[in-house]
C-alpha cells in the first residue's frame, strides 16, 4: 500500500492566492520530500524536512511536519501561474533507501 | 551537463515481447531507481540500485528485470511485456552520503503495450 497520501487531490485558486496541501503517511520516517511535476514531465525536487525538524522554509514554499500526526503540509504563498503542476511528497522510509510517493495534488493557477 | 537522460522517449510494443528501457546518468550517482507512473497516480518503486552489481526490489517489481553492470546505467527490462506494464516510467538517482536525500529524475519513457 501507498505509504503517502496527498490531499486535496485537486485544488483550483486564483493567481497571489496561497495553495495548501496536506500529506499523510503510515510508518515512521527519515525524512519527507515534496516535488512537483509539470504535465508530461519528470518530478522536480521542492523542498525536504527531517524527521527532526517541525518547520522549513524555502523561498515561497513551507513545510511543516508532525511525525506524531503522521502528517506534512506544503504551502505556497502568492502563487502564480507558474505553480500550475502535480505536488507529491515521499517519504524516505527510516532505514531504507525506498522512497514512496502519494499520488499527488494537482493544482490549478488561474491567472 | 546532461544529467540524467532515458531512451527511448516513447514505445509502442505488443503483449510479450521483451522491451528495455535505458538510464544513463553523467553524476557518478550510487543510487538509481525505477519508478512507474500510472495515468492519475503517484509513482510506485519498481527496483532500486545503491551501485554497480547492487540491486534490489521495491514495491512492484514483478515482471521486470534490472541490472547495472556500469554505475551510469541501469537498464530496465520487461521479460514478457503484458498490457498491465502500460505506464510512464522513471528513472531516478542520488548521491549516497547521509545528507544527500534528493532524487534527480530522467524525463520518462511512455510505453504502451497493446
Known amino acids: 500500500s501507498q505509504q503517502g497520501e496527498e490531499d486535496p487531490q485537486a485544488l483550483s485558486i486564483q493567481e497571489g492566492e496561497n495553495a495548501t496541501m496536506n500529506c499523510s503517511y503510515k510508518?515512521?520516517?527519515?525524512?519527507l520530500q515534496w516535488y512537483r511535476q509539470n504535465s508530461g514531465r519528470g518530478l522536480v525536487h521542492l523542498i525536504l524536512?527531517?524527521?527532526?525538524?517541525r518547520e522549513k522554509h524555502s523561498g515561497r514554499l513551507r513545510v511543516t511536519l508532525d511525525t506524531s500526526k503522521k502528517s506534512s503540509s506544503l504551502l505556497i504563498t502568492a502563487s502564480r501561474a507558474a505553480d500550475t503542476a502535480s505536488y507529491f511528497c515521499?517519504?524516505?522510509?527510516?532505514?531504507?533507501?525506498?522512497?514512496?510517493f502519494g499520488s499527488g495534488t494537482k493544482l490549478n493557477v488561474k491567472p | 551537463d546532461a544529467g540524467i537522460t532515458q531512451s527511448p522517449r516513447y514505445k509502442i510494443t505488443e503483449t510479450g515481447r521483451q522491451v528495455t528501457l535505458m538510464c544513463h546518468q553523467t553524476?557518478?550517482?550510487?543510487?538509481m531507481f525505477w519508478y512507474r507512473q500510472d495515468l492519475g497516480h503517484g509513482l510506485r518503486l519498481i527496483y532500486y540500485?545503491?551501485?554497480?552489481?547492487?540491486?534490489d526490489k521495491g514495491e512492484v517489481p514483478d515482471g521486470y528485470v534490472v541490472s547495472r553492470s556500469k554505475t551510469e546505467n541501469f537498464p530496465l527490462t520487461l521479460e514478457s511485456a503484458t498490457r498491465s506494464q502500460t505506464s510512464v516510467y522513471f528513472c531516478?538517482?542520488?548521491?549516497?552520503?547521509?545528507?544527500?536525500?534528493?532524487?534527480?529524475f530522467g524525463p520518462g519513457t511512455r510505453l504502451t503495450v497493446l
Open positions: 510508518t515512521s520516517i527519515n525524512n
Open positions: 524536512i527531517r524527521s527532526n525538524e
Open positions: 515521499a517519504t524516505d522510509v527510516y532505514n531504507f533507501n525506498k522512497f514512496y
Open positions: 553524476w557518478s550517482h550510487s543510487y
Open positions: 540500485s545503491a551501485a554497480a552489481d547492487i540491486t
Open positions: 531516478a538517482s542520488r548521491l549516497a552520503g547521509p545528507l544527500d536525500d534528493e532524487q534527480f
